[in-house]
């Protein structure tokens, strides 16, 4: 099983940009579905994102559809989120989730990482 650890998370200003990484250790990083969701205050945790084992196929929320790109590397087991034009309401804790085989329309995920702070200035 993996272990995983974001990072990239800060305060912006809407509009701009921010980049979150998350590195995974254990093995076998490449069987994994990974994905990203976000929690704000008072709400529940929402998905994002989320890329299959090869890279070659990913799923998006609409509301981040345009703005945001989930990409992988499995050389370095690092999943990341490329997030542009950045909007107050995009303020949350975004993590990193993992799942062994599972699809990419899967809703659960067995592995989640701590999460990182991004906050949105308007």
């Known amino acids: 099983q993996v272990q995983l650890r974001e990072s990239g998370g800060g305060l912006v200003q809407a509009g701009g940009s921010l980049r979150l990484s998350c590195a995974a250790s254990?093995?076998?990083?490449?069987?994994?579905?990974m994905a990203w969701f976000h929690q704000a205050p008072g709400k529940e945790r929402e998905f994002v994102a989320a890329?299959?084992?090869?890279?070659?196929?990913?799923r998006y929320a609409d509301y981040v559809k345009g703005r945001f790109t989930i990409s992988r590397d499995n050389g370095k087991s690092t999943v990341y989120l490329q997030m542009n034009s950045l909007k107050p309401e995009d303020t949350a804790v975004y993590y990193c989730?993992?799942?062994?085989?599972?699809?990419?329309?899967?809703?659960?995920?067995?592995?989640w990482g701590q999460g990182t702070q991004v906050t949105v200035s308007s």
């Open positions: 989730a993992a799942g062994q085989w599972v699809p990419l329309t899967a809703t659960r995920y067995g592995t």
């Open positions: 254990g093995r076998a990083f490449s069987t994994y579905t």
């Open positions: 890329i299959d084992w090869s890279g070659e196929r990913t």
